[in-house]
Nanobody, 120 residues
Framework: VQLVESGGGTAQPGGSLRLSCAAS????????MSWFRQAPGKERELVAV????????NYAESVKGRFTISRDNAENMVYLRMSSLKFVDTGVYYC?????WGSGWRNMYWGQGTQVIVSS
């Protein structure tokens, strides 16, 4: 299983970035996909999640209206479009996959992370 994030970098406040996560090694269409982030000195937190069945999405309150998570099951990709960036959005962003198997079991996988810096 591999999750490879890309698209991080430096942006100014009010700017935009799009993160991508390329997935392989599992049945992507069955997985719930999420983006987490970890700011320096803080715990990792959930940013956004997208369901595998009907692409229902949920967001942390701090990013609602600014970030959009999406997925492309044909390409095994999940994206995070970030706009109106703020200093507090700085951190390492991680892609997570929760993959069901058997009767009620789930495996969780993480990518290596991509750095986002919001700086003027």
């Amino acid at each position: 299983v591999q999750l490879v994030e890309s698209g991080g970098g430096t942006a100014q406040p009010g700017g935009s970035l799009r993160l991508s996560c390329a997935a392989s090694g599992f049945t992507f269409s069955s997985a719930t996909m999420s983006w987490f982030r970890q700011a320096p000195g803080k715990e990792r937190e959930l940013v956004a999640v997208i369901d595998n069945r009907d692409a229902t999405t949920n967001y942390a309150e701090s990013v609602k209206g600014r970030f959009t998570i999406s997925r492309d099951n044909a390409e095994n990709m999940v994206y995070l479009r970030m706009s109106s960036l703020k200093f507090v959005d700085t951190g390492v962003y991680y892609c997570q996959a929760v993959v069901p198997w058997g009767s009620g079991w789930r495996n969780m996988y993480w990518g290596q992370g991509t750095q986002v810096i919001v700086s003027s």
